[in-house]
Nanobody
Framework: QVQLVESGGGLVQAGGSLRLSCAAS????????MSWFRQAPGKEREFVAG????????KYGDSVKGRFTISRDDAKNTVYLQMNSLKREDTAVYYC?????????????????????WGQGAQVTVSS
């Protein structure tokens, strides 16, 4: 069982930056594929960024490529999402997700259906 707790959300002006953190419980964090999803009001939850269990591979949603960076610190059981050049359309609740990684250490899951563990969500609001 893995428990995930997000932090770092808040209100920021367009063009600004925020860093989200997701702290995970347990001693096997390094074996988990970690990702961030987001859900805006009235919209489906969408993939934002993910990192393989080795950190070798990262993937990003098209709308955040070049602006967001995902990273992980296995020693701290934490995954981060650095968000730069924020836009109003980035406003959403951001969720951290985890699932056991496969034997291939470079795999990143982008489907919401794969992830067994979710955090409670962190609100990010971007004002104009």
């Amino acid at each position: 069982q893995v428990q995930l707790v997000e932090s770092g959300g808040g209100l920021v002006q367009a063009g600004g930056s925020l860093r989200l953190s997701c702290a995970a419980s347990g001693r096997t964090f390094s074996t988990y594929v970690m990702s961030w999803f987001r859900q805006a009001p009235g919209k489906e939850r969408e993939f934002v960024a993910g990192t393989s269990r080795s950190g070798i591979t990262t993937k990003y949603g098209d709308s955040v490529k070049g602006r967001f960076t995902i990273s992980r610190d296995d020693a701290k059981n934490t995954v981060y999402l650095q968000m730069n050049s924020l836009k109003r359309e980035d406003t959403a609740v951001y969720y951290c997700a985890a699932d056991l990684g496969p034997i291939n250490p470079g795999v990143v899951y982008t489907s919401i259906r794969v992830y067994a563990y979710w955090g409670q969500g962190a609100q990010v609001t971007v004002s104009s």
